[in-house]
C-alpha cells in the first residue's frame, strides 16, 4: 500500500514569513495528489490538486501555492504567512476520486 | 459539481449502543462512497466504502448503506466502544480527480 511522507510534523512561523511543505509518496506511481487544510474542529477543505508533473489545480484563491516537481514529491509554498493559514495541512495520494485516498501524518502550522 | 452533507455534526451515544451518521450527495453520477476516522490530532484514514453497484456493505460492527434514489448514504456503528470516538467524515467523487468531503461528525462514545 501507498505511504505518504509528510513534514514537519509541526511548525510555528512568524506573520509575514515563507512556507514550505513537502510530501512525498511510495508505493505507487503516477499518483494524484492533493493538498488538504483542516481549521481546528473542522473539515477538510481542498486547496489543491495534481495529476501530473507540473499539472497544478487550485480549488481556493489564497496566497499559498504548490508544485509538483516529480512524480511522488509535492510542496505546498506561500511567500508571506497570514495569521488565517494556521491549521493542520495534510498531503493526500489516490488514485482517481473512485479509490481510497491516502493521507499523510499532516503538518500542524501556527502563525504567530 | 458535487456537494455532499452530513449529518449530524456531533453525536453522543452510551457504550453498547448503536450510532448513525447521514450523508447526502447531488451528483447522480457519483459512484463511489468512502467513510473516513479521524482520531484526535491524527490523519483520516479509511474504515469503509461502498460502491454504488450495492446497497449495504459489512465490515464486523460497521455497516455503509447507499440509496441511489435518495441519494443518501449512511455509516452505522453498532455495540459502540470507548475507541469509536472519533471525527467521521463522509465523501464522494466530484468528477475524476476530485474528493468532495463532508463536514464530519464528533462521535462521543460514553462509558
Redesign the interface.
Known amino acids: 500500500s501507498q505511504t505518504i511522507h509528510q513534514w514537519p510534523a509541526t511548525l510555528v512561523q512568524p506573520v509575514g514569513s515563507p512556507l514550505s511543505l513537502e510530501c512525498t509518496v511510495e508505493g505507487t506511481s503516477n499518483p494524484n495528489l492533493y493538498w488538504y487544510r483542516q481549521a481546528a474542529g473542522r473539515g477538510l477543505q481542498l486547496l489543491f490538486y495534481s495529476v501530473g508533473i507540473g499539472q497544478i489545480s487550485s480549488e481556493v484563491p489564497q496566497n499559498l501555492s504548490a508544485s509538483r516537481p516529480q512524480d511522488r514529491q509535492f510542496i505546498l509554498s506561500s511567500k508571506k504567512l497570514l495569521l488565517s493559514d494556521s491549521g493542520f495541512y495534510l498531503c493526500a495520494s489516490g488514485q482517481g476520486a473512485r479509490t481510497e485516498a491516502f493521507f499523510g501524518q499532516g503538518t500542524r502550522l501556527t502563525v504567530v | 459539481g458535487e456537494n455532499v452533507e452530513q449529518h449530524p455534526s456531533t453525536l453522543s451515544v452510551q457504550e453498547g449502543d448503536s450510532a448513525v451518521i447521514k450523508c447526502t450527495y447531488s451528483d447522480s453520477a457519483s459512484?463511489?462512497f468512502?467513510w473516513y476516522k479521524q482520531e484526535l490530532?491524527?490523519?483520516?484514514?479509511?474504515i469503509i466504502?461502498i460502491?454504488s453497484n450495492v446497497g449495504e456493505k459489512k465490515d464486523q460492527r460497521i455497516a455503509v448503506t447507499l440509496n441511489k434514489t435518495a441519494k443518501h448514504f449512511s455509516l452505522h456503528i453498532t455495540e459502540t466502544q470507548p475507541e469509536d470516538s472519533a471525527v467521521y467524515?463522509c465523501?464522494a467523487?466530484?468528477?475524476?480527480?476530485?474528493?468532495?468531503?463532508?463536514?464530519?461528525t464528533?462521535l462521543k462514545v460514553l462509558a
Open positions: 459512484n463511489y468512502p490530532g491524527k490523519r483520516p484514514q479509511l466504502d460502491r467524515f465523501a467523487p466530484s468528477g475524476t480527480y476530485k474528493y468532495i468531503f463532508g463536514t464530519g464528533r
